[in-house]
Nanobody, 120 residues
Framework: QLHLVESGGGLVQPGGSLRLSCAAS????????VAWFRQAPGKEREGVSC????????KYADSVKGRFTISSDNAKNTVYLQMNSLKPEDTAVYYC?????????????WGKGTLVTVSS
């Protein structure tokens, strides 16, 4: 079976940091770009960041530029999202998905999400 599993979410104070992981099983991420999305209660899903298959191209939503960093470890078949200077408005369920960075609506595989709560 093909799975993406997110981990690393939790409760953090404003200004703090978390690192999310997205691990693939049953397939290799070598042939897929991987994106992180988030959805806050009552809001639409938002594309946060994406990294290409070769890892040489990344993109970020304006709301997280300069604070979040996406990276990949092909040997571990895992993509990471380092989140620094977290704000309460970053609170959401974070999902990873595999597909194409230019087609967020057409991602092939999705994880079930991990909850990030930024609160004092």
């Amino acid at each position: 079976q093909l799975h993406l599993v997110e981990s690393g979410g939790g409760l953090v104070q404003p200004g703090g940091s978390l690192r999310l992981s997205c691990a693939a099983s049953g397939f290799t991420l070598d042939y897929y770009a991987v994106a992180w999305f988030r959805q806050a209660p009552g809001k639409e899903r938002e594309g946060v960041s994406c990294i290409t298959t070769t890892g040489d191209s990344t993109k970020y939503a304006d709301s997280v530029k300069g604070r979040f960093t996406i990276s990949s470890d092909n040997a571990k078949n895992t993509v990471y999202l380092q989140m620094n200077s977290l704000k309460p408005e970053d609170t959401a369920v974070y999902y990873c998905a595999a597909g194409d960075c230019s087609d967020y609506d057409g991602m092939d595989y999705w994880g079930k999400g991990t909850l990030v709560t930024v609160s004092s």
